[in-house]
């Protein structure tokens, strides 16, 4: 069962436009909400992270929207730049468990 | 400051053979996490450790095993090979508490043949 549900699969981009994903979750129990990127050959990285007490945070270009009532959060990319092309994954995690569970992923290619 | 340090970072067996996987921590980290990750698809958890000791186990099957030492470095096993154990390993490091992030290595390789 798939417990962090990630769209689109794949995404391009122009330079300079926005790049946006989307995540939606059903255990009510998630209360960490991190962001990886991760480069070809490389493992992933902590981005950006945000907890339900808010409903938005920004870093820089990067910016997650929380909806707790629509258990739904995304990822913006403010005028993205070909080096932003990666795979990102959202993932959820609960304050009991120290595990978190990873969306299948979002290939972003931005275009010069 | 040293990351994640996995080893190999790629590794060729051949089905029904046993495969060793090595991972250590950053500095000051207890707790270590491994995950496989298919392409095309997020990482899957595998096992946690902290503090030597096994915190949390995902679906997989009994041939896969992993253990930490007092150093808190940690060794992932997989006995009788699949082709389909064939993924990218992934071992991440992190405090162990509470909601601390994970940082991962670069993982190793593993093609099953």
């Known amino acids: 069962q798939q417990q962090v549900k990630q769209s689109p699969q794949s995404l391009i981009v122009q330079k300079g436009g926005i790049s946006i994903i989307n995540c939606a979750y059903e255990?009510?129990?998630?209360?960490?909400f991190p962001w990886y990127q991760q480069f070809p050959g490389k493992g992933p990285a902590l981005l950006i992270a945000?907890?339900?007490?808010?409903s938005e945070k920004k870093e820089g270009r990067f910016t997650i929207s929380f909806n707790k009532s629509a258990k739904q959060f995304s990822l913006h990319i403010m005028d993205s730049q070909p080096g932003d092309s990666a795979t990102y994954f959202c993932?959820?995690?609960?304050?009991?468990?120290?595990?978190?569970?990873f969306g299948r992923g979002t290939s972003l290619i931005v275009h010069p | 400051d040293a990351g994640v340090t996995q080893s190999p970072t790629h590794l060729i067996k051949t089905r029904g053979q046993q495969v060793t996987l090595r991972c250590s921590p950053i500095?000051?980290?207890?707790?270590v996490s491994w995950y496989q990750q298919v392409l095309g698809q997020g990482p899957q958890f595998i096992f946690q450790?902290?503090?030597?000791?096994?915190?949390g186990r995902g679906n997989f099957p009994d041939r896969f095993s992993a253990r930490q030492f007092p150093n808190y470095s940690s060794e992932l096993n997989v006995n009788a090979l699949l082709l389909g154990d064939s993924a990218l390993y992934l071992c991440?490091?992190?405090?162990?508490?509470?909601?601390?992030?994970?940082?991962f290595g670069n993982g190793t390789r593993l093609t099953v043949t």
């Open positions: 500095s000051g980290h207890k707790s």
């Open positions: 255990n009510t129990a998630f209360d960490y």
């Open positions: 450790y902290y503090e030597k000791e096994e915190r």
């Open positions: 991440a490091s992190s405090l162990g508490q509470g909601t601390s992030p994970l940082h």
């Open positions: 993932a959820a995690q609960s304050g009991g468990s120290y595990i978190p569970t």
């Open positions: 945000i907890r339900p007490d808010v």
